[in-house]
């Protein structure tokens, strides 16, 4: 099964997946802004693309990192033919990620530094979220709309006014 097909079944309430623009924008799936054709993007947009591109680079660290602690995730091969087999991945990624937090207990009671990736970035996510940028508001799809509200969250953490 897509993702695409049936999100609502893979992705809890209240998450989403960072992706390129090669997605589409749906409330499951948070992409950059395009550049229009003959135009371009706003200062926001492109303040917003950026910071963006960053959280996806610690992403990409972040899987890097747990396939360089837990070899069997270098190459996971199992064969998805059912719901069943994709729950059976997911609870092995989730047990090494488990893992890899102990690891991180145990360093920072040594005395070592670490990072705590911020959870819950959609509390507060309600259909009056910020404006994207993007025409009028009632072009936008959910997911444009939803987008606009993580932009607006950014900023205001960040101090940036735009």
Same mark, same amino acid.
């Given at each position: 099964?897509?993702?695409?097909?049936?999100?609502?079944?893979?992705?809890?309430?209240?998450?989403?997946?960072?992706?390129?623009?090669? =997605?589409? &924008?749906? !409330?499951?799936?948070?992409?950059?802004?395009?550049?229009?054709?003959?135009?371009? *993007?706003?200062?926001?947009?492109?303040? @917003?693309?950026? @910071?963006?591109?960053?959280?996806?680079?610690?992403?990409?660290?972040?899987?890097?990192?747990?396939?360089?602690?837990?070899?069997?995730?270098?190459?996971?091969? *199992?064969? &998805?033919?059912?719901?069943?087999?994709?729950?059976?991945?997911? @609870?092995?990624?989730?047990?090494?990620?488990?893992?890899?937090? !102990?690891?991180?207990?145990?360093?920072?009671?040594?005395?070592?530094? /670490? /990072?705590?990736?911020?959870?819950? #970035?959609? #509390?507060?996510?309600?259909? +009056?979220?910020?404006?994207? $940028? $993007?025409?009028?508001?009632?072009?936008? /799809?959910?997911?444009?709309?939803?987008?606009? =509200?993580? &932009? +607006?969250?950014?900023?205001?953490?960040?101090?940036?006014? &735009?």
């Amino acid at each position: 099964m897509r993702i695409s097909q049936d999100p609502a079944n893979l992705i809890p309430a209240r998450h989403w997946v960072w992706a390129d623009s090669a =997605y589409p &924008m749906e !409330m499951w799936c948070v992409v950059p802004f395009k550049k229009p054709h003959g135009g371009h *993007l706003t200062h926001r947009q492109n303040t @917003y693309n950026r @910071y963006l591109s960053k959280v996806r680079v610690r992403v990409e660290h972040a899987f890097a990192t747990l396939k360089g602690h837990f070899q069997s995730l270098q190459e996971l091969r *199992l064969h &998805m033919s059912k719901d069943n087999d994709l729950h059976i991945a997911a @609870y092995w990624i989730t047990a090494c990620i488990i893992l890899h937090n !102990m690891i991180i207990h145990f360093e920072e009671r040594l005395g070592k530094e /670490t /990072t705590q990736w911020a959870i819950g #970035e959609a #509390e507060g996510w309600d259909d +009056e979220g910020g404006d994207d $940028g $993007g025409g009028k508001q009632g072009d936008r /799809t959910q997911g444009q709309h939803f987008r606009g =509200y993580l &932009m +607006e969250r950014l900023f205001e953490q960040h101090g940036l006014r &735009m």
